[in-house]
């Protein structure tokens, strides 16, 4: 069975950098049926999608956030990571990742649990 | 960008119920629309893609139609456990993704 886990700080401070992994296991992210994203919800809000990539290394952002965000793979390590840059207290969310299927559903079918993330100095 | 509007907001209902959200894209989006299912604390549960398909698992009582702008998600009689937020998202543009704003379902 394919499961997602989130990790990284869950404090970052005004300004700096944050940044997350997710981990795949069960499966391989190098299948080609598959691209890998980060979606990340404010308190008491809705889903953001983040960004997506491919095991090939193929990314596409969210281009509200395109200029902050870099979203990269490691298929040697199963994983794969976001970096959002500049952050501000609007950042503040928990961040997930999922698996995104290409090739019937074309959305988002499996989830990691979810990680929370505070901005704050 | 494609914009993704639900509407109501949030809806009151009561268990055996029949409920009704509506997704309306801000252009034709063929059927490449998906709906999921929130609970408070959890991440979100893949209910229908392709406006219509049930993902597997997923209670016959979930039904999904539209295309081009405007959507549907139906649940036919409201079970204590569909009490959640839901959620449209295209894939029109894909890989670029865009969710609604979400619907909060809530026990009257």
């Known amino acids: 069975q394919l499961q997602l886990q989130e990790s990284g700080p869950g404090l970052v401070k005004p300004s700096e950098t944050l940044s997350l992994t997710c981990t795949v296991s069960g499966g391989s992210i190098s299948s080609s049926s598959y691209y890998w994203g980060w979606i990340r919800q404010p308190p008491g809000k809705g889903l953001e999608w983040i960004g997506s990539?491919?095991?090939?290394?193929?990314?596409y952002y969210n281009p509200s956030l395109k200029s902050r965000v870099t979203i990269s793979v490691d298929t040697s390590k199963n994983q794969f990571s976001l970096k959002l840059s500049s952050v501000t207290a609007a950042d503040t969310a928990v961040y997930y990742c999922?698996?995104?299927?290409?090739?019937?559903?074309?959305?988002?079918?499996?989830w990691g649990q979810g990680t929370m993330v505070t901005v704050s100095s | 960008a494609i914009r993704m509007t639900q509407s109501p907001s949030s809806l009151s209902a009561s268990t055996g119920d029949r409920v009704t959200i509506t997704c309306r894209a801000s252009?034709?989006?063929?059927?490449?629309l998906a709906w999921y299912q929130q609970k408070p604390g959890k991440a979100p549960k893949l209910l229908i893609y392709a406006a219509s398909t049930l993902q597997s698992g997923v209670p016959s009582r979930f039904s999904g139609s539209g295309s081009g702008t405007d959507f549907t998600l139906t649940i036919s009689c409201l079970q204590s456990e569909d009490f959640a937020t839901y959620y449209c998202q295209q894939y029109y543009s894909y890989p670029l993704i865009t969710f609604g704003q979400g619907t909060r379902l809530e026990i009257k």
């Open positions: 999922a698996r995104l299927d290409s090739t019937q559903a074309k959305a988002f079918d499996i």
């Open positions: 990539i491919y095991y090939s290394g193929s990314t």
């Open positions: 252009q034709g989006i063929s059927s490449y």
